[in-house]
């Protein structure tokens, strides 16, 4: 039993921004996925850790309610939210098991906004609308061995080959390799072109031959979503793969992408950061030691708080970072301060929410030890804390110095 979070926050009108989905529509959708979220998805948590996969049914629930497609534009099938509502959304997912979201995720944030935002017509036509319904899931494919936090080391390549490509080499990590119908696939031109950074991206169907998805990675949490490595032999696809018809917009596609998706990741960040807090005041509201509530213990009182303030700085700041996104007023130190704050944030209140539950809080099947493993990856994937901190640090110096020259 957890105790009642404080998501009725008014997260002002969205109107002025002129979204596709008007704030009484967005109203229903957002209480919508927090029904869904807490009383059917909550209840089989324990199911999804121990089988490490999302039931069919929930899979069929999310499709139905539009969750495969909700930062998917309208006109491709999708629900059509913009960011400032995206993050409502994912706060409410954020509440449960990580890999519920996990499972859209690739379709909604980094694979779906490479296609939705710089794919042709012919490609987002394609791809988009069975993405939206749920019938495909696609993976961004760009992290290699000595590629992580720095493109740059792509050693995967696409060459020419009559009117396609082909494509050889390796990724790794790749969340929902297992199951994906697509893969948005980022490779360095062979040869590489006389101007540009020459890294292209392309939409390969899953079942091309030459590729192969190695055994499902087994990982410290966020058990029920599925990583994998992927290696592409000479895997060759027509012209029209190539995303956008560009050989050069590879690079900025990713970055792209990953930043919006730093407001999202933010925005998990702060669902499970509630999800904690709430278990743990639960916990420590009724529990005793000597016949006290170790809630009465101030020192527990402070933990309490601290995970409070936490939340409460977070989803502010959330807030700020996606309208600030919507309004093209900051695209890239917002969402690494926003990922760095909110992810660093979230791994200290699950720490406290442990230590709160002492030995319960180490055990196997109690929330609050799923949640300690689960959010650790937030502050490694999309980017890690420390290339956040490169990019907002860098980022200042950068144009103070160019306001100086
Ligand atoms: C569960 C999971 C799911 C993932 N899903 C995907 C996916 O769907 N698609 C995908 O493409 N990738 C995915 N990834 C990969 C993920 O994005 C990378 O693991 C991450 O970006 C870090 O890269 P790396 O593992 O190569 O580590 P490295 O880049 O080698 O980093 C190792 C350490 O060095 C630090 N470091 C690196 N460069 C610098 C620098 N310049 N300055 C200071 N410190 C630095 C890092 O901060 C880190 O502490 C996933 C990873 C995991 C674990």
Not at 297 to 303: E, I, N, P, R, T
Request: hydrophobic share 45%; aromatic share 6%.
């Amino acid at each position: 039993m957890v105790a009642c979070s404080s998501y009725g926050v008014d997260s002002g009108s969205m109107d002025m921004l002129n979204p596709d989905v008007p704030d009484d529509v967005f109203a229903d959708v957002r209480t919508q996925v927090s029904h869904f979220v807490r009383s059917r998805v909550v209840p089989r948590e324990l199911e999804i850790m121990n089988t490490d996969s999302i039931p069919e049914d929930l899979r069929g629930q999310s499709a139905e309610m539009g969750l495969f497609g909700y930062a998917i534009p309208q006109e491709w099938g999708g629900l059509g939210l913009n960011l400032i509502q995206d993050v409502e959304i994912a706060m409410e997912l954020g509440y449960t098991t990580l890999s519920l979201r996990s499972m859209f995720g690739t379709n909604n944030g980094i694979a779906g906004q490479v296609l939705v935002g710089f794919g042709t017509e012919e490609q987002k036509a394609k791809w988009l609308p069975g993405m939206a319904a749920g019938d495909i899931v696609a993976s961004f494919a760009l992290t290699e061995d000595g590629a992580g936090s720095n493109p740059a080391g792509l050693k995967t390549t696409a060459a020419v080959d009559g009117s396609g490509w082909v494509i050889n080499g390796s990724k790794r990590y790749i969340t929902n390799a297992p199951i994906a119908n697509m893969f948005v696939v980022f490779a360095k031109l062979d040869p590489k072109p006389e101007s540009g950074n020459g890294i292209a991206v392309f939409l390969v169907p899953a079942d091309t031959a030459g590729i192969q998805v190695g055994v499902k990675d087994a990982k410290m949490g966020q058990q029920g979503s599925g990583t994998a490595d992927v290696t592409f032999t000479d895997v060759r696809v027509e012209a029209d793969a190539l995303v956008g018809g560009n050989g050069d917009i590879g690079y900025k596609a990713a970055m792209t992408s990953l930043a919006r998706g730093r407001v999202h990741i933010a925005a998990l960040a702060v669902g499970q950061a509630q999800r904690a807090l709430d278990e743990s005041v639960s916990y420590a509201a009724a529990s005793t030691q000597g016949g006290e509530p170790i809630g009465n213990f101030q020192l527990v009182q402070a933990m309490i708080a601290d995970q409070q303030v936490g939340v409460m700085a977070g989803r502010a700041m959330v807030r700020e970072a996606a309208r600030a996104w919507v309004q093209e007023i900051d695209r890239r130190i917002a969402p690494s301060a926003v990922k760095l704050f909110c992810t660093e944030m979230v791994g200290r209140v699950a720490d406290l929410a442990v230590q709160i539950h002492g030995g319960a809080g180490y055990m196997r099947e109690v929330p609050v030890e799923r949640i300690y493993r689960d959010v650790r990856l937030l502050r490694l994937y999309e980017g890690t804390s420390e290339i956040q901190r490169l990019i907002v640090g860098g980022g200042l110096i950068r144009a103070e110095q160019k306001r100086n020259s």
